[in-house]
C-alpha cells in the first residue's frame, strides 16, 4: 500500500481488520472471497460493527486492496449482489445522526474573531493566533490540515504587484505528490482591518517573534504547544456561542473551506476563479499559476465588497456552473 496516502493506509488496515474478525467468526476463507461473501461481510458491518454507510465504502475498498496486493483479481469486479446489500443498507441505515456541516461565512468569521477576543480563557497572544488561523483559513480556501501544518517560514508578506500574503503548501488531500503550490492572498480595505488576513498574522508575528525559543509551527499557544486541530474547532465554535450563534457544534474545520468559497460566490467570484483559489481538481496548482496575479489578489476584497468584481481581462472558465462548493 505504498502508493496510499498515511491516513489511507490505516483507514484501511481497520476494515481489513474488520474482515479477518468477520472470516474468523463465520469461518469464511479470507482469499479470495466470493460475491456471496462479500455481501454477508457488508451487512455484517451494518448490523454487527454498526458502521455508517460511508465508512462501509472505505473497508469495502480495503477488502479490494487487499485481495490486488495478494495477486488475486477486483473480487468486486462483476459482481451485483455486493453493491445491491450495499445500496439497501444505505436506505435502511440513511444517515441519521450525521452532523450537516454548515459554512463559516464573512458574518461567521467576523463573529468568530470577536468572539475570540473575549475569550477570558485564553492570553491575548493566543486569542490573536486563533484570530489570525481563522482568518487564513477563509481567506486561503484552506483545509484544516493545511491550516495546522503551516510553518513560519512558509509565510511571506509582500508589497509587489500590491500588498498580499504568499502562502506555500508544500503538501495537500489532492497533491498526493507534494509538488506544492504558492497562494496568493489579497489583504482587506481599510474598513475591514480587523479580520484582514494580512493584518492579523503580521501582528501575531510580530508579537510571537520576541519568544526565545521559535518553534517551527506558525500557530503555536503561548506555552509553546502548537495549536491541534480540535483544539482550533473547540475556540472556533467556543466563539460562536458566546457571539449567539446556533448550531455552532455544526461550524467544523472544512466550515471555513466552504464558507469562502459560498462567500465568493455570493459576491460575484467566477467560478473557475473560486476552483483555482480552492485548488478543487486534481491539476489545481496548474490551474492556479496560470491565473492572473491580480485577480487573486482582488478576491479578498471582492469577498469583502460584495460589489467589486476580479479583473475581467481573462476568459472564464468553459466548465458548467458551481452551485455547492463542499
Known amino acids: 500500500m505504498q502508493s496510499l496516502a498515511p491516513s489511507t493506509r490505516r483507514l484501511y488496515g481497520v476494515g481489513q481488520a474488520h474482515y479477518r474478525a468477520y472470516c474468523l467468526t463465520y469461518m469464511r476463507n479470507p482469499l479470495p472471497a466470493n460475491e456471496a461473501q462479500l455481501a454477508e461481510f457488508i451487512a455484517y458491518l451494518a448490523d454487527v460493527v454498526k458502521a455508517a454507510p460511508t465508512t462501509i465504502k472505505v473497508y469495502m475498498a480495503a477488502v479490494r486492496t487487499l485481495h490486488l496486493e495478494q495477486g488475486h483479481p477486483d473480487p468486486f469486479e462483476g459482481t451485483s449482489l455486493p453493491h445491491r446489500v450495499f445500496t439497501g443498507v444505505k436506505r435502511v441505515v440513511g444517515t441519521h445522526g450525521r452532523l450537516h456541516r454548515l459554512p463559516i461565512t464573512l458574518s461567521h468569521l467576523r463573529a468568530i474573531i470577536s468572539g475570540v477576543k473575549r475569550n477570558q480563557q485564553l492570553s491575548p497572544v493566543d486569542q490573536l493566533m486563533v484570530a489570525a488561523a481563522s482568518s487564513l483559513a477563509f481567506f486561503g480556501f484552506l483545509r484544516c490540515a493545511e491550516l495546522i501544518a503551516c510553518k513560519r517560514g512558509e509565510v511571506t508578506v509582500t508589497n509587489e504587484p500590491q500588498r498580499h500574503l504568499l502562502l506555500a503548501i508544500p503538501k495537500s488531500k489532492t497533491d498526493p505528490f507534494r509538488q506544492g503550490c504558492t497562494m496568493s492572498i489579497g489583504c482587506a480595505d481599510k474598513a475591514n482591518t480587523a479580520i484582514c488576513p494580512i493584518e492579523l498574522l503580521n501582528t501575531y508575528l510580530a508579537v510571537t517573534s520576541r519568544r526565545s525559543r521559535m518553534p517551527p509551527t506558525l500557530f503555536t499557544y503561548q506555552d509553546g504547544r502548537p495549536l491541534g486541530r480540535q483544539d482550533f474547532i473547540h475556540h472556533v465554535q467556543q466563539a460562536l456561542t458566546s457571539q449567539g450563534i446556533q448550531d455552532a457544534k455544526a461550524y467544523l474545520g472544512h466550515s471555513f473551506r466552504s464558507g469562502a468559497a459560498t462567500s465568493a460566490a455570493a459576491a460575484g467570484v467566477p467560478d473557475w476563479l473560486i476552483k483555482a483559489m480552492g485548488r478543487w481538481s486534481s ?34 472558465s468553459k466548465q458548467p456552473p458551481m452551485h455547492k462548493y463542499y
Open 283 to 316: 491539476n489545481a496548482y496548474q490551474t492556479y499559476i496560470k491565473t492572473p496575479k491580480a485577480a487573486v489578489l482582488d478576491v479578498s476584497r471582492a469577498i469583502l465588497t460584495r460589489g467589486s468584481k476580479p479583473t475581467t481581462n481573462v476568459c472564464p
